[in-house]
């Protein structure tokens, strides 16, 4: 199982390790519908 953590100022996971593309794009679509059209959203990483 991967270890994706969520915490109160984001959600934390290593990409393609703990973090996949299909767990982010759910993640996403969840978000988008639970904030609704027209709403503002920041995104950001770590290099």
Avoid: C, W
């Avoid at 199982?1 to 109160?8: A, E, Q, Y």
């Amino acid at each position: 199982m991967n270890k994706i953590t969520f915490l109160t100022d984001g959600v934390r996971g290593v990409t393609n390790r703990e973090l996949t593309l299909e767990q982010a794009l759910r993640l996403s679509k969840a978000i988008g519908t639970y904030f609704g059209k027209g709403s503002r959203i920041l995104v950001g990483r770590d290099i």
